[in-house]
């Protein structure tokens, strides 16, 4: 796909950005981030100016994650079908619901370009959640702009090595992602062995009981 894609974004340009931006937040297998990336290339070149390039993409994540939260809150049957289908996309699910659960609105921030493989996830567990739709609106659209500004920006000033880039962004991405979870995962954990642990205190003992 990414080698049909680029080529097209030389002649729809802004257009192609908004769809590709859009479907990544619906969990559609797009690699928005490269075409942000290679987007910044065409940006340096002059034949896209860079104010375009943001708006489109960046409207188009905003719209994609409405979408999400949308399909998360009227369509949680049809989702669930889905991810008894794909487990990879069920673990995803999971780990996006521990960061949404744990913590609400900035999760949604964070979800959108710190942990971005975690994005479209956070968008279905925040509508299924009720999450608040402001509070989800406000931190989505601050997280979208630090992703959009951040590809585009890096793919302006690195025009000769957008591979070496795409490549290095990927792996990051995927390390935060996993070690993001690995921390929340460890914070949950120690949370309920200390909750437990109180539990055992607070509990009357046998010898204790009157007869």
């Not at 993001?180 to 460890?186: F, G, I, R, Y």
Request: charged share 15%; proline share 5%; with cysteine.
């Amino acid at each position: 796909m990414t080698d049909w894609i680029l080529p097209q974004l030389s002649y729809y340009g802004a257009t192609l950005l908004f769809i590709t931006t859009f479907l990544s937040c619906i969990a559609m297998p797009i690699p928005a981030s490269l075409v942000m990336l290679a987007s910044g290339a065409f940006v340096a070149a002059g034949d896209i100016p860079f104010s375009t390039a943001v708006a489109a993409a960046l409207s188009g994540a905003i719209l994609g994650d409405q979408a999400g939260y949308g399909i998360g809150r009227w369509g949680s049957r049809w989702l669930d079908q889905y991810l008894a289908k794909h487990p990879r996309s069920a673990r995803l699910m999971q780990k996006a619901q521990v960061q949404i659960n744990r913590y609400g609105g900035p999760g949604v921030f964070f979800s959108r370009w710190l942990v971005s493989p975690l994005g479209p996830y956070a968008n279905f567990v925040a509508g299924a959640t009720r999450l608040r739709w402001l509070q989800f609106t406000i931190w989505g659209a601050a997280g979208e702009v630090v992703w959009v500004l951040l590809y585009i920006t890096l793919g302006t000033a690195f025009t000769s090595n957008i591979g070496l880039v795409a490549e290095l962004a990927s792996d990051i991405s995927g390390l935060l992602a996993g070690l993001a979870v690995t921390a929340l995962l460890a914070f949950w954990l120690r949370h309920a062995m200390r909750a437990r642990r109180l539990g055992r205190r607070r509990r009357p003992s046998a010898l204790g009981k009157p007869r």
